[in-house]
């Protein structure tokens, strides 16, 4: 009989403790992500992943609450806002706050990146190398950036002397490129870009082949100059507000930073992936694809070579190391361009 009750007594037992052990509403950590990206853009959906990588591997003990398109804050705002805890997360542009970030503003430069995935690695590995202290106010999960910058314009350009004039929106070092070329840079998010091309308040943009499909620049802008030897990128940030870096767990912690290990790769095949589907979506819109006549290409290199020193001597002016940034940065280069 007392063998009987004990048994009876563990059976009662089992569910009680499994209540017990059973997640809370309470305990699940909330946390908002601001995209600045379109909800349809494809680097938008490899955050969406992300997100869900985290929520699986901590068994929904995390839930990320995603705001693309700047619905939360605007682009140019995203940095400031995880700072302050408007978003736990935000994912834009550094260039999108220029001069706040001189050191990552070098792999910006125009030193003929050849693909995403080679542009996103050495965005990760430099900003390691190098340790930026205007990053030290939030934790940098990780970082991502575009194929090379290539000039869209509405009407054809085949050399220097068709751009002198022409106002082309560009962000950030990619400004200086524009005005090296003999245009006039116009600053501007690139969700605004579209409307501006299309009302005429800009002649064309400067930026990755893949913004034709994935901002739907191919319906306003009808010719592309293929010029990758002045290939520059736009490093992108996914920053965490550090009070509540600082309240996740240590096993939390770990599954953010494994996943965000993770994605540098998925982010970096992302961009070649979409430098490909924009290239054949202009196409299909009949658009022109102009590959600069190797006298002219040579021209254009050559306008551009200032911008790097111009960038070593303002940064060393502050005190910081610019030559470092930028022997660094062609190491790198030429390290991803071997494998």
């Given at each position: 009989?007392?063998?009987?009750?004990?048994?009876?007594?563990?059976?009662?037992?089992?569910?009680?403790?499994?209540?017990?052990?059973?997640?809370?509403?309470?305990?699940?950590?909330?946390?908002?992500?601001?995209?600045?990206?379109?909800?349809?853009?494809?680097?938008?959906?490899?955050?969406?992943?992300?997100?869900?990588?985290?929520?699986?591997?901590?068994?929904?003990?995390?839930?990320?609450?995603?705001?693309?398109?700047?619905?939360?804050?605007?682009?140019?705002?995203?940095?400031?806002?995880?700072?302050?805890?408007?978003?736990?997360?935000?994912?834009?542009?550094?260039?999108?706050?220029?001069?706040?970030?001189?050191?990552?503003?070098?792999?910006?430069?125009?030193?003929?990146?050849?693909?995403?995935?080679?542009?996103?690695?050495?965005?990760?590995?430099?900003?390691?190398?190098?340790?930026?202290?205007?990053l030290d106010?939030?934790?940098?999960?990780?970082?991502?950036?575009?194929?090379?910058?290539?000039?869209?314009?509405?009407?054809?350009?085949?050399?220097?002397?068709?751009?002198?004039?022409?106002?082309?929106?560009?962000?950030?070092?990619?400004?200086?490129?524009?005005?090296?070329?003999?245009?006039?840079?116009?600053?501007?998010?690139?969700?605004?870009?579209?409307?501006?091309?299309?009302?005429?308040?800009?002649?064309?943009?400067?930026?990755?082949?893949?913004?034709?499909?994935?901002?739907?620049?191919?319906?306003?802008?009808?010719?592309?100059?293929?010029?990758?030897?002045?290939?520059?990128?736009?490093?992108?940030?996914?920053?965490?507000?550090?009070?509540?870096?600082?309240?996740?767990?240590?096993?939390?912690?770990?599954?953010?930073?494994?996943?965000?290990?993770?994605?540098?790769?998925?982010?970096?095949?992302?961009?070649?992936?979409?430098?490909?589907?924009?290239?054949?979506?202009?196409?299909?819109?009949?658009?022109?694809?102009?590959?600069?006549?190797?006298?002219?290409?040579?021209?254009?290199?050559?306008?551009v070579q200032?911008?790097?020193?111009?960038?070593?001597?303002?940064?060393?002016?502050?005190?910081?190391?610019?030559?470092?940034?930028?022997?660094?940065l062609k190491?790198?280069?030429?390290?991803?361009?071997?494998?």
């Amino acid at each position: 009989m007392k063998k009987l009750v004990a048994i009876l007594l563990v059976v009662l037992a089992v569910p009680a403790i499994f209540l017990s052990c059973k997640k809370k509403p309470g305990d699940v950590i909330m946390l908002n992500y601001s995209i600045f990206f379109p909800p349809t853009h494809g680097q938008c959906k490899a955050g969406e992943l992300w997100a869900k990588e985290i929520e699986d591997k901590t068994d929904g003990r995390v839930k990320i609450n995603i705001y693309p398109g700047g619905t939360l804050v605007k682009a140019e705002d995203t940095f400031t806002g995880v700072e302050k805890g408007v978003s736990d997360i935000g994912m834009s542009c550094f260039a999108y706050t220029r001069g706040r970030f001189p050191i990552m503003e070098a792999v910006d430069l125009p030193l003929g990146y050849p693909d995403g995935k080679t542009a996103t690695k050495v965005a990760n590995e430099f900003y390691k190398a190098m340790k930026p202290k205007a990053l030290d106010s939030v934790k940098v999960l990780l970082i991502h950036a575009h194929g090379p910058g290539l000039l869209h314009s509405v009407k054809p350009l085949k050399t220097l002397a068709d751009l002198k004039g022409l106002k082309i929106r560009s962000t950030g070092l990619s400004s200086k490129i524009v005005k090296a070329l003999g245009a006039i840079p116009v600053a501007m998010p690139q969700p605004e870009t579209y409307e501006a091309v299309q009302k005429g308040v800009v002649d064309g943009t400067f930026g990755p082949i893949e913004t034709l499909k994935g901002w739907k620049h191919a319906e306003v802008i009808k010719n592309t100059t293929d010029c990758p030897d002045i290939g520059y990128t736009t490093a992108m940030f996914v920053v965490m507000n550090k009070a509540k870096w600082d309240m996740l767990p240590d096993d939390v912690k770990k599954v953010f930073e494994d996943v965000s290990a993770e994605w540098v790769d998925v982010h970096g095949k992302k961009w070649d992936e979409l430098d490909g589907e924009g290239r054949s979506y202009t196409k299909e819109k009949g658009n022109t694809i102009i590959k600069l006549a190797p006298e002219e290409n040579a021209k254009w290199v050559a306008a551009v070579q200032g911008i790097i020193n111009d960038y070593i001597k303002e940064v060393k002016a502050k005190g910081l190391p610019g030559d470092k940034a930028v022997a660094e940065l062609k190491k790198l280069i030429a390290e991803y361009r071997k494998k």
